[in-house]
Structure formats: structure tokens, C-alpha cells
């Protein structure tokens, strides 16, 4: 999985901008999405009364998680030079559950240097959104899904339009974006409805802003980051809830894991799950995504 290079650069810009407006607020970063986080809902993709055992990991030498630099806001430079975002919050959090932390590290490299590097044993983790396809899963261990991001619909707030959806989008004009899986399970979801197919995101919500389609349907993630930007005009907000599947998401964002460490995959397993118990996942969710994607 992973973002446009236009996409991410949009998203890079916002966050470095919200890290800096946040640091200059009492409550340092945490006081920014905290303004948001009270109406939002975190997802939650563990049962509660699942248990999974604590595995014994201290003949486990090292644990580097390999990630990138240019997937905000899930891994990005701030303005101070530093590393951060989700992802890297998220693998020292993994990190701290299963009390390894002084074997624990993190480096950047270049997406297309992160297999080449897993290969020649420089990490034994990739935590950068790289997809468990048939081929990926027959070179890694993947940990469970910690995060889908959903597909949403956007309209003009004016408008009023919200659930059912379904009424919604067969009664007006939704538009799309040419080639997107979003595009093509909104046609087959609705034959029926109204539609116009645009060659970028930006077109299709320029298009909503100027009225020339009611609804755009697309992924939670950039919708968000363009419903909080000067670029939206305050015009919109999404409309309905999330969509969630696997014509949609795939199979969602997880941990690779280096072939044959299937133990590391379970401890990360095990982390994930006593991080949402805690309510450590739902911390670093609202920090990174304040307007939520759910």
C-alpha cells in the first residue's frame, strides 16, 4: 500500500504544519487531536475475548523495524529533523509491550531498498505499508491487520446528505477516479447511479465544490487530510460511514516479518492486542488522525 508521490507530499505538508502549530500549545502535540478526538470512533479489529499468549522472545538478538521516510502520517521527517508518525510510535509501543526496547530499533530507507535490505538481513521488520499479497506472504511473516483504512463518501455539508447511503448515492451525482478500486466497487455496488470519473482526486472534489457532482467517494484517508486543508473551502464533510472490504482495503496495514520468524509475528500479535486493550492504540490513532477515518 501506498500513497501518490503527490498524495503523500500533500500529507507531509500537513503534518509537518500541525506538528508545529501544536508545539507552540500548552499540551505540546497531544493538545491538537485532542480537540478533535472527543466525537471520533477508533477502530477496534480485536474480539475481547480473545487471548493470545505472551511469547518468550529473549533468545530474540535484535528487532529492527525497517520503514520510510515519505508515508505521512505514517512515516515522515519533522521539521525538526526527526523520524516520526505513526508507524514509528506504533513499533516503539510494540516495542515497550513486549519489554525488549533496549533491542529495539528503527531506520529509514527508500521504499525500494526495504525487501533488498530485509534479504540481506539488515532488519527483521518491515513496518511501511507493504501489502500481504500471494507473493509477499510467501516471503514474509505477516502480523494481523492493525488498521483498514476505510472508503468514504465526501459532499457539500450545505447539502444535508448522510444515511442511508444507499438512497443517497443512486439520487445524485457521485464522482470517481478513473482506475481506483474505489471506482470500481461503486459501480458494481450501484449500476444504477449517476456517475462521473475523473483522472485525479482533486479534480473529482474541485468538481463537488463547483456542484458539478453531489458526492465523491474515495479513500477515508486522503478525504480527511483534504476536508481539514485550505484547499476543501470549508465546503464539505464526509457523509455516511465507512466502507470496509476486502474489494476495498485488502487485506489492511501489517507488520512483515523476515521468513521463518514466525515468532515475531505472534509477539507483534501479542503487542497489538494489549496496546488496544490499554488504550495505547487509540491514543496514537487520534494523534496522528484527528478528524478519524471511521
Not at 240 to 262: H, K
Request: glycine share 6%; proline share 5%; aromatic share 12%.
Amino acid at each position: 500500500m501506498r500513497l501518490s508521490t503527490t498524495i503523500s507530499r500533500i500529507l507531509l505538508f500537513f503534518f509537518v504544519s500541525l506538528f508545529a502549530i501544536s508545539s507552540l500549545l500548552p499540551g505540546g502535540m497531544g493538545s491538537v487531536p485532542m480537540a478533535f478526538a472527543q466525537s471520533q470512533v477508533v477502530p477496534n479489529f480485536w474480539h475481547p475475548s480473545e487471548r493470545i499468549a505472551k511469547p518468550d522472545l529473549s533468545n530474540v538478538q535484535r528487532l529492527r523495524f525497517l520503514t520510510t521516510t515519505d508515508f505521512p502520517p505514517f512515516n515522515f521527517i519533522d521539521r525538526n529533523k526527526r523520524l516520526t508518525g505513526f508507524h514509528v510510535d506504533l513499533a516503539r509501543a510494540i516495542c515497550s509491550e513486549l519489554d525488549i526496547m533496549p533491542k529495539c530499533q528503527i531506520q529509514a530507507l527508500p521504499w525500494d531498498e526495504l525487501q533488498k535490505a530485509m534479504e540481506d538481513g539488515e532488519g527483521e521488520a518491515i513496518i511501511a505499508g507493504l501489502q500481504a499479497t500471494s507473493d509477499n506472504r510467501e516471503k514474509y511473516e505477516f502480523s494481523r491487520p492493525y488498521l483498514h483504512i476505510p472508503a468514504r463518501f465526501v459532499a457539500r455539508t450545505a447539502d444535508g446528505l448522510g444515511e442511508p447511503m444507499t438512497l443517497a448515492a443512486v439520487r445524485n451525482r457521485t464522482g470517481l477516479v478513473r482506475g481506483s478500486v474505489h471506482a470500481d466497487w461503486f459501480r458494481t455496488a450501484y449500476p444504477n447511479a449517476q456517475t462521473i470519473t475523473y483522472e485525479t482526486r482533486a479534480q473529482a472534489l474541485d468538481a463537488l465544490q463547483r456542484e458539478r457532482v453531489d458526492l465523491v467517494f474515495s479513500d477515508a484517508l486522503s478525504l480527511s487530510f483534504w476536508l481539514v486543508s485550505e484547499a476543501s473551502k470549508d465546503c464539505c464533510s464526509f457523509a455516511g460511514g465507512p466502507y470496509i472490504g476486502e474489494a476495498l482495503t485488502g487485506p489492511g496495514l501489517m507488520i512483515a516479518f523476515a521468513g521463518g520468524r514466525t515468532e515475531l509475528a505472534a509477539a507483534a500479535d501479542y503487542a497489538l492486542k494489549q496496546i488496544n486493550e490499554k488504550g495505547v492504540f487509540a491514543e496514537l490513532y487520534l494523534r496522528y488522525f484527528p478528524l478519524g477515518l471511521y
